[in-house]
């Protein structure tokens, strides 16, 4: 089965406490997506990856890190440093230069 | 910078009504502007691309036009069923790949 896969589907996290999200994907997909989306709004870009070892901050980075040593993962972490870290998280991926960018079923993260 | 805005924010309409989702951008030079559905709790499926030379794209009872000029895209839905409920969103795609989501349509088609 090709796809994308997001683990945890739901994360608690303390506070002060950095906690990381999976995203796995056997699609052979060159780039990766992080996105955000808090309630009633779209979906907000946090880091992508067109290659290995190589990623870029989106429009959102701040209080968040990513690694991509390999290319079929783009494991996200949400460090103590992002104070509202609530929301639905949400990994894509997509061919080189691809248009189309396919998406995991999300992880939903709240604080304790 | 690129914005993306859609109207309405909520929709509530009876079962086989042909409805109008509306999506408008700011900056016309796009590469792409796409449509997704979101089941609530869950990922994005995608519905249909534009390409930024084309002027619509249809799949089933779904049409999408762009008018690149204007700064908008809309979402046609024919014969709307209970099925159809989810939230609509539309993105627009930059040069870099990068995708700019609106914040999203609320979609109840009652029975």
């Known amino acids: 089965d090709g796809g994308i896969t997001q683990s945890p589907k739901y994360l608690f996290r303390k506070e002060g406490q950095n906690v990381t999200l999976s995203c796995e994907q056997n699609l052979n997909h060159d780039a990766m997506y992080w996105y955000r989306q808090d309630p009633g709004q779209g979906l907000r870009l946090i880091y992508y990856s067109q290659i290995v070892n190589d990623f870029q901050k989106g429009d959102i980075a701040e209080g968040y890190s990513v690694s991509r040593e390999k290319k079929e993962s783009f494991p996200l972490t949400v460090t103590s440093a992002q104070k509202n870290p609530t929301a639905f998280y949400l990994c894509?991926?997509?061919?080189?230069?691809?248009?189309?960018?396919?998406f995991g079923a999300g992880t939903r993260l709240s604080v304790l | 910078k690129q914005e993306v805005t859609q109207i309405p924010a909520a929709l509530s309409v009876p079962e086989g009504e042909n409805l109008v989702l509306n999506c408008s951008f700011t900056?016309?030079?796009?590469?792409?502007l796409q449509w997704f559905r979101q089941d609530p709790g869950k990922g994005l499926t995608s519905l249909l691309l534009?390409?930024?030379?084309?002027r619509e794209q249809t799949s089933g009872r779904l049409n999408a036009s762009l008018d690149k000029s204007s700064g908008r895209s809309t979402l046609y839905i024919a014969a709307s069923q209970p099925g159809d409920s989810a939230t609509y969103l539309c993105a627009a795609m930059d040069s870099s790949y990068k995708l700019i989501f609106g914040s999203g349509t609320r979609l109840l088609v009652r029975p």
């Open positions: 534009i390409q930024s030379s084309q």
């Open positions: 894509a991926s997509s061919p080189q230069g691809g248009n189309i960018q396919y």
């Open positions: 900056d016309s030079a796009i590469y792409n």
